[in-house]
């Protein structure tokens, strides 16, 4: 039993069957790469994953709880983060406090009124700030606005903002979209980097081939809304199915 | 000090020291001379620049810091008022009371509406306060008349029961706010040479509670709770998937800022006890979102600077009527005297609000972060000329 069971998951937008019949079976501490076309409904199930939609039918279990009729900031809380398309930090803040926040948010939960403490006096929180940034190399913009970041950067904030949380399962959707090439494999690096010190599982949604042969140990294809193969990187490779529904029948 | 760095604490001692010396500083010109009407420094004015300004630093601690724009603010000071001058009906002329009661009401009050409100965000959050808050004052003026006697406003009368204080003194008037016997519009009137400076114990009080919601402000804005409420106002996507519900974080915000405006509303009717429906107008709910932006919204003394702005605009440059500028002009030739007298008449008199208008215009549009802004764009000026003065500068601009 993996860690993350998505079964018989359906979802209709009007006419259009974005997801059907999709089973997903993610194991604990592997890198899963769900990839395939545009319109092949990647971003229909992650958002199915972490609240922002609700199946029509079927059920998505994590760690053995459903997930479905959650709020986000709940299911965040069980252990699952994810990062965005185009990274989504606190751009008005500083470094050290978008990394701030979301240890304030492991420690203190959903909610909590702590209106007249100092933040300043928040050793803990900051030092636990500090280490992470130093991990990922932007100690030296700490009192920057992340605004002012590069996107690579923010890129890197953002995953360390997700970890920051020490989740269970970290959801990346297109980590590398509109990278330049060195951000990429900075990014990559990065990854590998957390899957090998980390006890940590990583789904991850992508295009980009370079990205998802170099760090997934098993990758799920989608195509129209359903799963074509599940299988390993080596043999999805020369998968004839995998081919004909990237480029077309006449080329299989 | 107090729980505050080095920065806050100095930016709170300037305020205190403006606040105490307000009637020395208000009053810079002779009471005989032609710039006498310039002079601020009198009771009735000196009180509405603190607690407007009290007012607007509750404002900020909800539109500064989380975003939500709220147009409909004055229900809570109008609530205040209404619960402040009904304590004085019924209990005593005692000042502690009503304040206390028209902070709890307005606190509740702002709970309600908040809960409702805050279920949008952007525009129709703006919009749905602006319905509660009209909706509030078309109540106060037709149908809850018992509570607040309507058109004429909630006043005192001679036979209010009171009972913990009199219905009426020995000479058979109606007996005056005060704190604990000290009488609220007593004046202490103290003569230097041609000048007068006006001391007045409501004004005091007023710039207690001033400096005492100052320095709360700067604690919230200070706090993990205020970096949670930038966040909502940064990114409210990355909140919710950083697991935090940003609700009852809005509403928290939401509902200390309506205690704040309750407090100023309080504050009103001590000074002077009674309370109307026009308290809760629009207009009066729009007057505090221009005096934070003018002043700098997200700043902590933006809105002080703001609140005292507009006050002053409103009870000083309205004084200046075609009179006074002929006087001012008296020494040029008539035919020139006239002309200038033309071109200053919209401006000035009742005129005052398309000054402000194109004051404001000109803060949005040149300074996006209100006066504080330009105070920091001014000392950022000087300290390019004298490096050495440094120092000095960043004190002078409060910052934030």
Not at chain 1, 38 to 53: E, P, Q, R, V
């Amino acid at each position: 039993m993996g860690i993350l069971e998505v079964k018989n998951v359906n979802k209709r937008f009007g006419g259009l069957q974005a997801l059907g019949d999709v089973n997903l079976s993610v194991a604990e501490n592997t890198v899963h790469a769900i990839i395939g076309p545009n319109g092949a409904g990647k971003s229909t199930l992650l958002n199915c994953l972490i609240g922002k939609l609700i199946p029509d039918t079927g059920s998505v279990m994590f760690q053995g709880q459903s997930v479905l009729g959650r709020k986000p900031y709940e299911i965040n809380q069980m252990g699952i983060s994810r990062v965005f398309q185009t990274p989504e930090i606190f751009g008005d803040l500083t470094v050290l406090e978008n990394m701030m926040i979301p240890i304030f948010a492991k420690r203190d939960g959903v909610f909590r009124m702590h209106a007249l403490e100092s933040s300043h006096n928040e050793n803990e929180i900051i030092d636990q700030a500090e280490a992470m940034l130093e991990d990922l190399n932007l100690q030296d913009q700490r009192h920057m606005h992340s605004a002012s970041m590069s996107r690579g950067n923010k890129r890197r904030l953002e995953i360390g903002m997700c970890l920051a949380q020490t989740p269970k399962l970290l959801l990346l959707d297109e980590p590398t979209a509109g990278m330049a090439r060195a951000d990429t494999n900075n990014t990559i690096d990065l990854l590998k980097q957390i899957k090998d010190e980390r006890d940590i599982t990583i789904a991850i949604i992508e295009h980009d081939m370079h990205v998802v042969f170099s760090l997934a140990e098993r990758i799920t294809v989608l195509a129209q809304g359903s799963p074509l193969v599940e299988d390993t990187p080596e043999n999805i490779k020369g998968h004839p199915k995998v081919r004909e529904a990237y480029l077309g029948e006449t080329a299989a | 000090m107090l729980g505050l760095n080095k920065r806050d604490f100095s930016l709170l001692l300037i305020v205190a020291i403006l606040a105490l010396c307000a009637p020395f500083l208000l009053n810079p010109f002779p009471a005989d001379s032609a710039m006498a009407q310039f002079n601020a420094g009198y009771p009735d004015l000196m009180q509405r620049f603190v607690i407007f300004g009290i007012f607007a630093i509750g404002f900020n601690i909800l539109f500064g810091l989380t975003g939500y724009l709220s147009f409909g603010h004055a229900a809570f000071l109008g609530v205040g008022s209404y619960s402040a001058v009904w304590m004085f009906k019924l209990l005593s002329m005692n000042v502690i009371p009503a304040i206390l009661l028209s902070v709890v009401v307005a606190g509740l009050f702002s709970l309600l509406i908040g809960f409702i409100s805050l279920r949008r965000s952007g525009i129709y959050f703006s919009i749905l306060t602006l319905a509660f808050a009209q909706m509030s004052f078309n109540l106060a003026y037709s149908v809850l008349t018992p509570i607040t006697n309507g058109e004429t406003g909630l006043q005192l009368t001679l036979d209010d029961p009171r009972i913990l204080g009199v219905s009426r003194t020995e000479d058979g008037s109606i007996p005056v706010t005060n704190f604990f016997g000290l009488e609220m519009r007593d004046t202490y009137e103290m003569i230097v040479g041609p000048w007068s400076f006006q001391f007045n114990n409501g004004y005091y009080l007023c710039a207690v509670l001033m400096l005492l919601s100052f320095y709360i402000a700067i604690r919230i804005f200070r706090s993990p709770f205020g970096m949670m409420l930038r966040a909502i106002k940064s990114n409210n996507t990355r909140m919710t998937y950083t697991g935090l519900n940003a609700r009852p974080y809005a509403l928290a915000a939401f509902v200390i800022s309506g205690m704040y405006a309750g407090l100023a509303g309080g504050l009103l009717a001590s000074m002077d006890p009674l309370a109307g429906a026009e308290r809760m107008q629009w207009t009066a709910s729009g007057e505090v979102v221009l005096m934070t932006i003018l002043g700098g919204a997200g700043t902590l003394i933006g809105p002080v600077l703001g609140a005292g702005f507009i006050k002053y605009f409103e009870n000083i440059f309205s004084k200046i009527n075609d009179s006074v500028l002929h006087s001012w002009f008296s020494f040029m030739p008539d035919g020139l005297e006239n002309l200038l007298v033309t071109l200053v008449h919209p401006f000035v008199g009742k005129g005052w609000h398309l000054t402000l208008g194109l004051l404001f215009m000109l803060v949005v549009i040149f300074l996006p972060g209100g006066l504080v802004e330009g105070g920091q764009r001014i000392a950022r000026l000087f300290r390019r000329k004298k490096p050495d003065d440094a120092k000095k500068s960043t004190q002078s601009t409060p910052a934030e």
